[in-house]
């Protein structure tokens, strides 16, 4: 029991990553509290967790959602030890279709939302000596032509991170970032049936984006978050873990 009593928020927390990290550390001991816009699913990770969960249902784009949500932690378990930034918007821009209602939403959610819950939940997370795990993306480094607003979020946290790492080290607050690349997600699926893709699209996946021949799955992710939430990882903080199958930076793919 990794994470034994330690009281978990997790954002984005109905499905995907944020749900298989919110499961993953039920399982190792902690307590959580789910977020999601979802009141529906929400409510059915809560059951499937039992008493260890908790639902606060709420819209980052809202900059009083990250008091919120800090509050709905500490009413229903007492404090917070740590917390995942796991929600995001993934959505598709370019330079010719963004918009500047389009990018400020995406920064809203993306970027600031992390940054409003961080500055939330640091009285408790000092008090825990606690820490906070962003999960960034490989895009941060330059990212895809139709992710530009998306890219652009995620270098920004990335950013954020280390700098808090850097900031807040003294204080005994660690701050750690996944980077992580293709996941099959029951989101990333749904978008790409809508984008054409045959039903078990992933199955067929080209050996240039997944060389073990399938995609992460959520699981993988959570799996690596319990080391980083957990005290094995201490005093470690400010590092930027890539979490995808092949090197990003200084690739060179093979042909096929």
Same mark, same amino acid.
């Given at each position: 029991m990794r994470l034994r009593d330690r009281v978990v928020v997790?954002?984005?927390?109905?499905?995907?990553?944020?749900?298989?990290?919110?499961e993953r550390c039920v399982a190792e001991g902690a307590r959580v509290l789910v977020h999601g816009r979802d009141r529906a699913a929400g409510e059915a990770v809560v059951r499937a967790l039992g008493e260890?969960?908790?639902l606060h249902v709420?819209?980052?784009a809202d900059p009083r959602a990250a008091d919120r949500i800090v509050d709905a932690a500490v009413r229903a378990f007492g404090g917070v030890d740590a917390l995942v930034n796991n929600?995001?918007?993934v959505v598709r821009s370019n330079i010719d279709t963004t918009s500047a209602e389009h990018f400020d939403r995406v920064i809203a959610v993306n970027t600031r939302a992390p940054l409003l819950l961080i500055r939330s939940a640091l009285p408790h997370l000092r008090k825990s000596r606690g820490?906070?795990?962003n999960i960034g993306s490989v895009n941060a480094y330059s990212g895809e032509p139709d992710l530009l607003d998306y890219s652009i979020s995620k270098g920004a946290l990335m950013t954020m991170s280390r700098n808090l790492a850097n900031a807040l080290g003294a204080e005994q607050v660690r701050v750690n970032h996944f980077n992580v690349g293709w996941v099959l997600?029951?989101? /990333?699926?749904a978008l790409q049936r809508r984008l054409g893709q045959p039903e078990r699209w992933? /199955?067929?996946v080209s050996p240039a984006f997944a060389p073990s021949g399938r995609l992460l799955t959520p699981e993988h992710i959570a799996a690596a978050a319990v080391y980083w939430?957990?005290?094995e990882s201490r005093p470690i903080s400010g590092s930027v873990v890539e979490l995808e199958q092949f090197p990003v930076i200084g690739r060179n793919p093979n042909k096929v």
């Amino acid at each position: 029991m990794r994470l034994r009593d330690r009281v978990v928020v997790v954002t984005g927390s109905t499905t995907g990553i944020g749900r298989a990290i919110a499961e993953r550390c039920v399982a190792e001991g902690a307590r959580v509290l789910v977020h999601g816009r979802d009141r529906a699913a929400g409510e059915a990770v809560v059951r499937a967790l039992g008493e260890s969960a908790a639902l606060h249902v709420d819209d980052l784009a809202d900059p009083r959602a990250a008091d919120r949500i800090v509050d709905a932690a500490v009413r229903a378990f007492g404090g917070v030890d740590a917390l995942v930034n796991n929600a995001a918007a993934v959505v598709r821009s370019n330079i010719d279709t963004t918009s500047a209602e389009h990018f400020d939403r995406v920064i809203a959610v993306n970027t600031r939302a992390p940054l409003l819950l961080i500055r939330s939940a640091l009285p408790h997370l000092r008090k825990s000596r606690g820490c906070v795990l962003n999960i960034g993306s490989v895009n941060a480094y330059s990212g895809e032509p139709d992710l530009l607003d998306y890219s652009i979020s995620k270098g920004a946290l990335m950013t954020m991170s280390r700098n808090l790492a850097n900031a807040l080290g003294a204080e005994q607050v660690r701050v750690n970032h996944f980077n992580v690349g293709w996941v099959l997600t029951p989101n /990333e699926d749904a978008l790409q049936r809508r984008l054409g893709q045959p039903e078990r699209w992933h /199955e067929h996946v080209s050996p240039a984006f997944a060389p073990s021949g399938r995609l992460l799955t959520p699981e993988h992710i959570a799996a690596a978050a319990v080391y980083w939430l957990s005290d094995e990882s201490r005093p470690i903080s400010g590092s930027v873990v890539e979490l995808e199958q092949f090197p990003v930076i200084g690739r060179n793919p093979n042909k096929v």
